[in-house]
């Protein structure tokens, strides 16, 4: 009950702060072995909103610098045991990624800007972790990988990677336009015991402190992000659950349909941004 209060009384203090206040021109420059990545961008007409903003800049400077170099980013590790994963045997098929998709995960180039996206045989929207499972299961006869845990993340790290310095570009027309709207719809409702939406601190606070944090936009570009709190890689459907346990809310499923809408609009939220995986954040 304590925290809850703590955290209500941080929410009613934000309606007194003054907004968000990094001047462009003083702005750190997020660049990491000379890909310089777009932290900032016109938000698409369809947003409320003039700018977006990457999680990144909301940073201190010690968090920022550890994603401006990958000698330092502890997310770094990760990626090199999903290339173990990558050309390791698995399944009844006696097959590895690297028996497939022969040009390494470099031919995932460009992919993570457009995740997720329609699928059109499967007549839904699929999420990377999607498109895995199923070579997974339907092309080496393996075992799926849990949504959200360590090996799976690793994998949309390595292959986030190959799209990196690339401007996020997921489209919410087309057959994908109802799942975006659902997605959208989840983003503005109020929910739990703090009856908050996620647009009532991403977008209408971001710039503020909440308790010792700096509230971002919420974006999706650096995702999975490393975070120092769990020392892990975190995929961002777990990041969505983690803020709605913090309203007291009852989390969708991590991988289900509703994060997974959930997931297409946040990215669209983020059109524009460069894919930064993997980031650092606290
Ligand atoms: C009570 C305020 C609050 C609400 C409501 C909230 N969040 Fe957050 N969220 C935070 C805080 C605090 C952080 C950590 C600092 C930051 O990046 O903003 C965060 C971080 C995030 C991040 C990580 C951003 C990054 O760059 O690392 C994403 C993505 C996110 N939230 C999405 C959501 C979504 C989607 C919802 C609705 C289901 C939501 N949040 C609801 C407070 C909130
Ligand atoms: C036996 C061959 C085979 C193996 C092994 C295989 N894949 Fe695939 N993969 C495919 C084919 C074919 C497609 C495209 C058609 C489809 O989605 O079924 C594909 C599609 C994908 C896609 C979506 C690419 C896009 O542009 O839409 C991803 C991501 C992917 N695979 C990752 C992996 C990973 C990671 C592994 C190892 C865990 C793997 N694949 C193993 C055959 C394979």
């Not at 045997?89 to 990624?97: A, D, F, L, T």
């Not at 929910?191 to 919420?218: E, F, K, P, T, W």
Request: hydrophobic content about 40%; some cysteine.
């Amino acid at each position: 009950m304590k925290k809850i209060t703590t955290l209500c009384a941080a929410i009613s203090a934000l309606a007194l702060s003054t907004g968000f206040a990094i001047a462009e021109a003083d702005a750190p420059v997020l660049s990491i072995d000379g890909v310089v990545i777009a932290t900032r961008a016109p938000a698409p007409e369809y947003l409320d909103i003039d700018e977006v903003i990457s999680g990144w800049v909301f940073r201190t400077v010690e968090t920022q610098a550890l994603q401006m170099d990958d000698f330092d980013n502890p997310g770094m590790i990760f990626v090199d045991q999903a290339l173990d994963d990558w050309n390791e045997v698995n399944g009844s098929e006696g097959k590895s990624c690297a028996s497939c998709h022969t040009g390494g995960p470099e031919e995932f180039a460009g992919l993570r800007t457009v995740l997720p996206r329609w699928n059109e045989d499967a007549g839904a929207v699929w999420t990377m972790e999607d498109y895995i499972n199923n070579s997974l299961v339907e092309h080496m006869g393996a075992e799926p990988w849990k949504v959200g845990k360590a090996q799976m993340n690793a994998m949309v790290a390595l292959i986030s990677l190959q799209s990196r310095g690339m401007p996020m570009n997921v489209a919410i027309d087309g057959p994908a336009a109802e799942t975006w709207a659902l997605g959208e719809e989840i983003y503005f409702t109020r929910v739990g015991q703090l009856d908050m939406a996620c647009a009532n601190c991403h977008i209408d606070n971001y710039g503020v402190m909440i308790r010792a944090d700096h509230l971002s936009q919420g974006q999706s570009n650096g995702f999975p992000a490393y975070r120092l709190k769990n020392a892990k890689l975190n995929g961002i459907q777990s990041r969505f659950s983690g803020c709605m346990k913090n309203i007291r809310a009852t989390p969708y499923a991590v991988g289900g349909p509703e994060f997974t809408a959930l997931e297409l609009y946040v990215a669209s939220r983020g059109n524009g941004l460069s894919v930064e995986g993997p980031s650092v954040r606290n």
